[in-house]
């Protein structure tokens, strides 16, 4: 413990600590996090009531941990000792840090994972958190099921309707957009997020667990400090905020897409194929994608699916298609190839 | 970055027992690998591995809150 820097392991002893290695076994009814994180931190109460969750994520492998920091993990683990501290008094405040649970608890048992880990052959078959994405949809794929947005828009940050929270500390608003939502409830920077929807905050995951639970239209209750007092705000979620969560970068993100990445035009790609608005570039494939086996081609750009204009984002395409059609779908796409247009069916994998 | 880094070695730190793991013989079964790291008190006295059940029961005993880290 001695090791452990920046005051954590001082922290620490007053937890009982636990490492996990993978989701085999996991109680997803209990566990609810961004599964695709690198690294995550979980706070509970032996009865399984949850304090609070630590670890955000929002970009790739190179910048998967800037919005992770040792003063963020000590704030986070010092409120949820608070919380400790005051429990059971504060068991109902706690009730929404628990969401509802998925078809299937167990990441072995989910459907679409099933079978690739059957196997208890460590650690070839470890189940990384990102597959339980996986699990809980693929699973609804293969069931003919549209995906709903909370299950494509994961993890909201409040980004999304103008509140930036601080990375030393993911209660704390660093700034405030102009005209947004947040701005309009009347949340200022520098104030510190206490309770949203009367759920105590410890962390910013925690904020993006509320919204990742929250309808899209919620009125939520937002509870500040500020400069000793307490206030209580209140943010009209409206309009398409969730829709602003980017998740391309999502390791998890590969299920939702059909053997390729994309990337937007640029005018003159735009011009040259005859498009006013949307459309995007098919980047080079992999040699097993069965988009490339479907006849597509890297540069390939794609206008329309199923009569549905293509839109102008990866993100907003990939919605499209797990929200309006179904796996093994057929499936026709208008591309502009090397100057000239041309149609390619392909079923949705 | 700089800061990025600080994180991750730091969450490295705090993470001995997985150090640990990754210098057993490649043959230890997930369970001697866990005795093995619990075992090893000068390493890291108070850290379970892989073992949320031994977590929940200690924490009912001690009365503490559970910290368990996904990774």
């Known amino acids: 413990m001695a090791r452990l820097e920046g005051g954590i392991g001082d922290l620490a002893k007053d937890f009982v600590c636990v490492r996990v290695i993978q989701m085999r076994g996991i109680d997803t009814s209990v566990f609810q996090f961004d599964y695709d994180l690198t690294w995550c931190g979980f706070f509970l109460n032996a009865d399984l009531t949850v304090y609070g969750r630590y670890g955000s994520r929002n970009a790739g492998r190179d910048k998967s941990d800037q919005l992770m920091s040792v003063d963020g993990l000590k704030a986070a683990l010092t409120k949820a000792l608070a919380l400790h501290k005051n429990y059971p008094a504060n068991k109902a405040t706690l009730k929404a840090k628990t969401g509802k649970p998925y078809a299937q608890k167990l990441p072995e048992t989910m459907p679409a994972i099933a079978d690739q880990f059957k196997q208890d052959d460590l650690p070839k078959k470890c189940i990384h958190c990102h597959h339980v994405w996986r699990g809980i949809r693929r699973t609804m794929m293969n069931a003919k099921q549209v995906l709903p947005d909370t299950l494509i828009y994961l993890y909201p940050f409040p980004d999304s309707f103008g509140m930036q929270m601080e990375t030393a500390d993911g209660t704390k608003v660093r700034q405030v957009v102009k005209d947004s939502i947040a701005d309009k409830a009347g949340v200022k920077a520098g104030d510190e997020v206490e309770a949203v929807s009367g759920t105590p905050i410890v962390s910013l995951a925690d904020i993006q667990f509320i919204l990742q639970n929250c309808a899209d239209n919620e009125n939520l209750k937002v509870e500040v400090a500020r400069g000793g007092e307490k206030k209580s705000l209140t943010a009209n979620l409206c309009g398409d905020w969730r829709k602003s969560t980017d998740f391309t970068w999502r390791d998890s993100c590969y299920d939702l897409r059909i053997g390729f990445q994309s990337e937007a035009l640029t005018a003159d790609e735009r011009k040259q194929a005859g498009l006013k608005d949307g459309g995007l570039k098919i980047k080079p494939m992999y040699a097993q994608s069965p988009a490339k086996k479907a006849g597509f081609q890297d540069g390939d750009i794609l206008l329309s699916v199923g009569g549905q204009p293509i839109p102008a984002t990866e993100r907003e395409f990939l919605a499209l298609l797990r929200q309006k059609f179904l796996v093994g779908q057929k499936l026709k796409f208008a591309l502009h190839r090397g100057g000239k247009k041309t149609d390619l069916t392909m079923d949705l994998p | ?71």
């Open chain 2, 1 to 71: 970055m700089q800061r990025s880094r600080l994180f991750a070695s730091t969450a490295l730190a705090a993470l001995l027992a997985t150090f640990a793991a990754s210098r057993l013989p490649a043959g230890d079964t997930p369970a001697e690998k866990r005795d093995k790291i619990n075992d090893n008190t000068e390493i890291n006295p108070s850290w379970i591995y892989d073992d949320l059940p031994s977590a929940i029961a200690k924490a009912r005993r001690e009365n503490k809150p559970i910290f368990a880290v996904f990774r």
